[in-house]
């Protein structure tokens, strides 16, 4: 079945220093896309819509410059936590919609700890 | 507002026993209703969804009983098992707004042995 994959599942960074986090569709094209942050026995909050070829929408309160979404291509999105801070440390989410069978995939997240 | 309000926060039931876990919602243009599992550390999966024309669907043990005039949803887990143990979030997506999902609180279920 389709499946979407982000990288790295874990990562460890010191304050001050960008990350990358890939977002990938597996078995079928994505033109949507989109990031979740998790903290600790919370839910899912919606950070930004990741649209293929145009600019990522983003939800009220979060930082465009901070978080930067990348969606070059059907079958890729990346989010980069610039200048992270240990306010940043969080489980990142991506999902996104296989159109053909009307599912929404989540990825298996990405643990960010900011030192 | 688009929210779903989702309770209990958390769920103790024991093995063979019937969990149920309940969701309002507040926008009555939603049109598609999912359920989710996530285990720790692991992002969430679907389990089972419902569109608001139908009021029931069974998978297996879970079923969605949906009650349109009341603006509310309900999972339940037949026979309860140890491996159920999860957090479940109910969902709602406006379709034609993005098909952007609003997510209820979440509910931590533990299935006692």
């Known amino acids: 079945g389709a499946v979407v994959s982000q990288h790295p599942s874990w990562v460890i960074c010191k304050s001050g220093t960008s990350v990358k986090i890939e977002c990938r569709s597996l078995d079928f094209q994505a033109t949507t896309m989109f990031w979740y942050r998790q903290f600790p026995k919370q839910s899912l909050m919606l950070m930004a819509t990741s649209n293929e070829g145009s600019k990522a929408t983003y939800e009220q309160g979060v930082e465009k410059d901070k978080f930067l979404i990348n969606h070059a291509s059907l079958t890729l999105s990346t989010l980069t936590v610039t200048s992270a801070h240990p306010e940043d440390s969080s489980f990142y989410i991506c999902?996104?919609?296989?159109?053909?069978?009307?599912?929404?995939?989540f990825g298996e997240g990405s643990r960010l700890t900011v030192l | 507002q688009q929210q779903v309000k989702q309770s209990p926060q958390s769920l103790i039931v024991q093995k063979g026993g019937i969990s149920i876990i309940n969701c309002a919602y507040e926008?009555?243009?939603?049109?598609?209703f999912p359920w989710y599992q996530q285990f720790p550390g692991k992002g969430p999966a679907l389990l089972i969804a419902?569109?608001?024309?139908?009021s029931e669907k069974k998978e297996g043990r879970f079923t969605i009983s949906f009650n349109k005039s009341a603006k509310q949803f309900s999972l339940h887990i037949m026979d309860s098992q140890p491996g159920d143990s999860a957090t479940y979030f109910c969902?709602?997506?406006?379709?034609?707004?993005?098909?952007?999902?609003?997510f209820g609180e979440g509910t931590q279920l533990t299935v006692n042995p």
């Open positions: 969902a709602a997506i406006l379709e034609t707004s993005g098909s952007r999902l609003t």
């Open positions: 999902s996104a919609w296989d159109y053909n069978t009307g599912e929404l995939f």
């Open positions: 419902i569109r608001p024309d139908v």
């Open positions: 926008n009555t243009a939603f049109d598609y």
